[in-house]
């Protein structure tokens, strides 16, 4: 009799270690994975935002393009004005 309580007993401390150890196994996972997911998130966030400056910087700037010498002026050439 008493060796079945210690059999008992002995098996109790192995599942419990067992699941102690599977439990902690699982938090270093979740977190894990947690942080990688933040990860993407934040590259995700920037490769937007790089986008976001591509597409600025290509788009066409007309006001920035202009030139005095593109302006008409009331017929009269801007060589002639200032000469």
Partial sequence: MMFAH???????????ASAAVLADSGLRWWSA???????LKASRIVEEQVRAVT??????????S??????????VPVTRAVA
């Fill in 55 to 64: 597409r600025a910087r290509l788009r066409p700037s007309f006001v920035a």
């Fill in 6 to 16: 210690a059999l008992i007993a002995a098996l109790s401390l192995l599942a419990l």
């Fill in 33 to 39: 994975f947690g942080r990688l997911r933040g990860e």
């Fill in 66 to 75: 202009r030139s005095a010498t593109t302006r008409k002026s009331a017929g």
